[in-house]
């Protein structure tokens, strides 16, 4: 079984990602300046520096496919963002896009060979379907976001919770912290799970 790569995706892909960037850039109904970049810096941007981005990017991980594909991304996360003023130092700004999409990747590629390695321990009745296998790994990607955001005494707290089913108390002995802190740290844990089934949906 193939592990999913940017560079497998179909050529379609990449092309509604660029299409997108392309009819922003072109097109006369640019959206209000205090909402994001307006279309004439959002092209000058793109015509700027994506070959620089994309010569940037293949340095880095060797490979010109998956960068083209994380360079369209880095634009596409711009165009999508709150950035509300021209950028005083682009290349700077669309790498560290651009790094953050490769850490992205690289932690997907790790939660799918975990999950991989997984489903090869079932019988083969049991295994996921290709859409439930893409579905499974979406879920997992956005786990992992939510609980890299959380500091590590939280983080730890909610997992000990969650997978080991330890108590308030039990969790409290093991930190060395109050039961009252445990609870909050749950409650701030459960906070961010809110937010990624509800908000962020």
Request: aromatic share 6%; glycine share 4%.
């Amino acid at each position: 079984m193939r592990t999913l790569n940017a560079s497998y995706l179909p050529k379609a892909c990449r092309l509604s990602r660029m299409r997108l960037i392309i009819n922003h850039v072109l097109s006369g109904d640019s959206m209000r300046s205090d909402e994001t970049l307006g279309t004439a810096d959002l092209g000058l941007l793109y015509r700027t520096h994506h070959s620089w981005l994309h010569g940037w990017l293949i340095r880095r991980i060797g490979c010109r496919d998956n960068a083209a594909d994380l360079a369209q991304d880095t634009f596409v996360r711009l165009l999508k963002s709150r950035q509300t003023s021209p950028l005083r130092e682009p290349r700077a700004y669309l790498s560290s896009i651009a790094r953050g999409l490769m850490i992205d990747q690289y932690r997907r590629r790790e939660l799918e060979r975990a999950y991989l390695e997984s489903v090869t321990l079932l019988p083969q009745h049991e295994v996921p379907s290709e859409e439930s296998r893409l579905l499974i790994l979406d879920a997992l990607e956005r786990i992992d976001r939510m609980l890299s955001l959380l500091k590590p005494r939280v983080r730890q707290a909610f997992l000990f919770a969650r997978l080991d089913g330890l108590t308030c108390a039990q969790i409290a002995e093991k930190l060395g912290v109050s039961r009252a802190t445990i609870e909050r740290d749950l409650a701030t844990a459960l906070q961010h799970c809110y937010r990624l089934r509800y908000v962020e949906a």
